[in-house]
């Protein structure tokens, strides 16, 4: 039996957006999204309801916090993605694979990674710039909607990232 004495954190990801380089989101907050099977009913008696697992599985939407770059290039590739996403026909075209990657404690990827395919945003949050504020590092949240999430062990560098 292979007893692994390690517990996963949730201190450190990043997010990759395919098809659209070289977006990287620094992660801040975030949480892997629930996953639900449907059920069906199948009869029973007036007292007895019979359920049988359903044929699909459903996710909640998928919620970060991000760090924004200095020059606000993520954040405005994610704010112009949720502009096309409205207006661009077949909207499929629109639809992106977001890949979150572990880090380690040394900021390089862990062999696990998250895989959102078909994603699209749905919500952008407001970036407050306060001058009076303690912290300096803008950030901001971001909903996406996604078709699939595939969990696996993953080999990328941090390098082929950037």
């Given amino acids: 039996m292979n007893f692994n004495n390690n517990q996963a954190q949730s201190s450190k990801w990043v997010a990759m957006c395919h098809g659209m380089d070289p977006i990287i989101l620094k992660l801040l907050n ?36 991000f760090l924004i770059d200095d020059d606000y290039a993520n954040y405005q590739q994610v ?13 499929v075209d629109e639809m992106k694979t977001i890949t979150l990657y572990l880090l380690s404690n040394y900021g390089e990827i862990s062999n696990f990674c998250v895989e959102f395919e078909n994603a699209w945003p749905t919500d952008l949050s407001v970036v407050p710039l306060d001058n009076t504020n303690d912290t300096t590092d803008l950030q901001a949240s971001l909903t996406l909607n996604f078709e699939r999430m595939t969990m696996r062990r993953c080999c990328t560098l941090m390098s082929e990232l950037t």
């Fill in 79 to 91: 704010f112009d993605w949720l502009h096309r996403i409205t207006v661009n026909e077949p909207v």
């Fill in 30 to 65: 975030f949480s892997i999204p629930g996953t639900h099977v449907s059920q069906t009913e199948i009869g029973g008696s007036e007292n007895i309801q019979l359920l049988i697992p359903g044929d699909h599985v459903t996710y909640d939407p998928l919620d970060f916090d």
